[in-house]
């Protein structure tokens, strides 16, 4: 898979995968989508509904530069909330592409780097009370233990991997929702929100970042 360092357009770096034009995030602002979609749409609206909870899960489909786990950790710096977190990759970074990520603008350096010098398929404090489990892994063979109260769904698009946006996929994402989980994706397919209504999750479309008009997000109700 070859790969190459872009520029997007709120001056982020993000990787394009040059053999099928598709990019890990977007073009328009891959730092600008991924605050939007993940901790804005996602962990913020999380913590909102769950304001006394001790404790939070998140699992990654597609850990890929490890903003999004960077951003978490860092929107998350002085919460007391114990945070694990699991991202799952089936196309882990070498070192050279996540140094050339120019991710002193991201949030914690430090951690930036401590992320992904870690080791792979073992859990790590990140930060005190609060993990990062690396998993070296396609979300076909993936058997989780344990459920998650929080999902992001950051695979490539349905053009460049169509297999990962199967109706199974989702029912297999809301299978690993704690009671009252929420996932959410930046996708916002006709086909992607019916999977999600079809596993029982309630589903809203939210505006979606810059270049896009609209995104999704699901929530695992008392009726699930």
Known sequence: MKRKVIR??????????????????????????????????????????????????IFEMGLGTGMNALLTFD?????????????????????????????????????????????WNKEIELAPSKTIHKVDQTFE??????????????????????????????????????KGGVFVTYAAKGSVRRALEAANLWVERLPGPPGKREMLRATKTSRS
């Open 141 to 178: 063979s993936f058997n989780s233990n344990s459920n998650f109260d929080l999902i992001y769904y950051d695979a490539f698009g349905a053009r460049a991997q169509p297999e990962l946006w199967e109706a199974q996929w989702f029912e297999k994402c809301a299978k690993m929702l704690n």
């Open 75 to 119: 929107y998350l710096e002085h919460s007391e909330i114990s945070l694990s977190y699991l991202g799952l990759e089936a196309f882990p970074l070498e070192s050279k592409e996540w140094l050339a990520m120019n991710a002193e603008g991201w949030g914690n350096y430090h951690q930036y780097l401590k992320l992904h010098e870690a080791e």
């Open 8 to 57: 997007t357009g709120d001056g982020s770096n993000t990787l394009e995968i040059t053999d099928l034009n598709e990019t890990y995030h977007s073009r328009h602002g891959a730092l600008v989508e991924a605050k939007h979609v993940f901790i804005e749409a996602g962990l913020s609206h999380w913590l909102s509904q769950n304001s006394n909870s001790q404790s939070l899960s």
